[in-house]
């Protein structure tokens, strides 16, 4: 019996593990003719948080936003970023880290390149995002997850 009980807290246990409590999602926004803007938003669950793209080195792995090569669009700077942003002194690290208490919205415009005549193309942006959820307790294992959003 003690083993049957066991074995079921500790597949809870991994179970609990296996889920992220952070959910993306990716749309696309037309700002222009040739120009959209591209939402990368993470749904994070309290009392979970990711970090900055601008957490200082030494600190916990910031968020990190890469776009795959595509030769139909150009990429302008890096992703802004959109959310309640904290930026606290932690000993653990022993620098200033900036996190996001809830959801936030990673936005990057991107820019068609010219086409002559064509008046509509079609292509999708792909990449990676890198990042670590944390809480007041403890830290998860850095995760990546991979993104393909249409532009039309």
């Known amino acids: ?3 049957k009980y066991f074995l079921i807290v500790l597949l809870l246990k991994f ?21 959209y803007e591209v939402h990368i938003k993470a749904s994070v669950q309290s009392p ?14 910031a968020t990190k936003i890469s776009f795959n090569k ?3 669009i150009i990429t302008q700077g ?15 690290f022993g ?13 990057q415009e991107v ?5 002559g005549d064509k008046k509509s193309i079609k292509t999708n942006v792909k990449g990676t995002i890198e990042f670590m959820a944390c809480n007041d307790e403890q830290c998860l294992p850095p995760k990546m997850s991979t ?3 249409k532009l039309e």
């Not at 749309?27 to 222009?32: N, W």
């Not at 970023?81 to 930026?87: D, N, R």
């Not at 820019?111 to 086409?115: A, D, E, I, P, S």
């Open 15 to 35: 179970s609990a593990f296996s889920q992220t409590p952070v959910q993306w999602t990716y749309t696309t926004k037309k700002i222009s003719d040739k120009t």
């Open 48 to 61: 979970w948080h990711i970090y900055s793209q601008s957490t200082p080195d030494g600190g916990p792995l």
């Open 111 to 115: 820019t068609l390149r010219g086409q």
């Open 78 to 92: 890096k992703p802004k970023e959109v959310g309640k942003m904290v930026q606290k002194y932690e000993d653990v």
């Open 95 to 107: 620098v200033d880290v900036k996190y996001f208490d809830g959801d936030v919205e990673f936005v």
């Open 147 to 149: 993104f393909s959003v």
């Open 1 to 3: 019996m003690f083993i």
């Open 70 to 72: 595509n030769p139909l």
